[in-house]
């Protein structure tokens, strides 16, 4: 069974930056398509951004909200995903999930696409 543990979350002011790391285990992340989430308080959860496995390709792609500050990479030798995230705003403050998918990725994710879930990791942005 494949499990996701996210880490790097913390408090950060605006303009700062974060990298969240996604360890996979169980399985290659190389055979999934991965995406990463955020839910802030009283928000659905969203899309950020969803890169495809090796075999389907596609992505990366991005929400507009983040594009040109964020980037999504995978290292397959250490199945680990990454997002870098660069000039952090307030509205960027929220849990942060990443998760896993057979199938390609439907824009910066769909969540109802998704099985594997890692539990979250908290992102706060202020000063």
């Known amino acids: 069974q494949l499990q996701l543990v996210e880490s790097g979350g913390g408090l950060v002011q605006p303009g700062g930056s974060l990298r969240l790391s996604c360890a996979a285990s169980g399985f290659g992340l190389d055979y999934y398509a991965i995406a990463w989430f955020r839910q802030a308080p009283g928000k659905e959860r969203e899309g950020v951004s969803c890169?495809?496995?090796?075999?389907?390709?596609?992505?990366?792609n991005y929400a507009d909200s983040v594009k040109g500050r964020f980037t999504i990479s995978r290292d397959n030798a250490k199945n680990t995903i990454y997002l870098q995230m660069n000039s952090l705003k307030p509205e960027d403050t929220a849990v942060y999930y990443c998760?896993?998918?057979?199938?390609?990725?439907?824009?910066?994710?769909?969540?109802?696409?998704?099985?594997?879930w890692g539990q979250g990791t908290q992102v706060t942005v202020s000063s």
């Open positions: 998760a896993a998918t057979h199938y390609y990725c439907s824009g910066s994710g769909d969540p109802a696409d998704f099985g594997s």
């Open positions: 890169i495809g496995s090796s075999s389907t390709g596609g992505g990366p």
